[in-house]
């Protein structure tokens, strides 16, 4: 079946320091998603991307659709202390559904 | 975004009674709702499909005899947890299916 392998599965960085995480896949995609999850609360979209090649921007965060369509990576550029939480990487079910399947998850945290 | 409502948002209850879920779409319809479970340090996973209706769908291994799911009008669906375990326990996140896909804000289950 269609799995999401995502890595680093935690990360402790400096304020101010850059990060990457990135999300591969043994099947196709049509759209890689990006969510952050604070504690208690559900996911809240970051960044969505919808072709291969396309590399696409949020603020400091910034996203790219691997040419391949089986892996996407997810730049979070000077960090601050809220960006702690949990980063997903998420696809959608083959057949265009609507249900997603989720990477494990980055647990970023960020220091002072 | 689309505003997804959740209720409760947290809920504490005794092995063998039932709880009850609602999830709100407050700005738009939604015809398809997803509902995700998601325990401790892992990442969310699909547990039914409900249609505005029609019988909802679930994923393999998800009891649809425990977990049951009701979508009585556009806006909302509500999952029941029919005579909860422990093991229930668990975060649930609706999701309705839109053009993007955007959360709820969860539940927070535990069942003593």
Not at chain 1, 39 to 68: D, W
Not at chain 1, 93 to 98: A, E, I, Y
Not at chain 2, 18 to 36: H, N
Not at chain 2, 57 to 76: C, M, P, R
Request: charged share 15%; net charge neutral.
């Amino acid at each position: 079946g269609q799995q999401l392998n995502q890595s680093p599965q935690s990360m402790f960085i400096q304020e101010g320091e850059d990060v990457s995480m990135n999300c591969t896949s043994s099947s196709i995609f049509n759209t890689w998603l990006w969510y952050k999850q604070d504690p208690g609360e559900g996911p809240v979209l970051l960044i969505a991307l919808y072709k291969a090649g396309e590399l696409t921007s949020n603020g400091r965060l910034t996203a790219q659709f691997g040419i391949t369509r089986k892996d996407s990576f997810l730049n979070i550029s000077a960090s601050i202390p809220s960006d702690v939480g949990i980063y997903f990487c998420a696809g959608f079910f083959s057949g265009n559904t609507g249900k997603l399947i989720f990477g494990q998850g980055t647990t970023l945290q960020v220091k002072p | 975004g689309a505003v997804v409502s959740q209720h409760p948002s947290w809920v504490i209850c005794k092995s063998g009674t039932s709880v009850k879920i609602e999830c709100r779409s407050l700005d738009f319809q939604a015809t398809t709702m997803f509902w995700y479970r998601q325990f401790p340090k892992q990442s969310l996973m699909l547990m039914a499909t409900s249609n505005e209706g029609s019988k909802a769908t679930y994923e393999q291994g998800v009891e649809k005899d425990k977990f049951l799911i009701n979508h009585a009008s556009l806006t909302l669906s509500t999952l029941t947890v029919t005579s909860a375990h422990p093991e229930d326990s668990s975060f649930y996140i609706c999701s309705p299916h839109t053009d993007t896909q955007y959360f709820g804000p969860g539940t927070r289950l535990t069942v003593l």
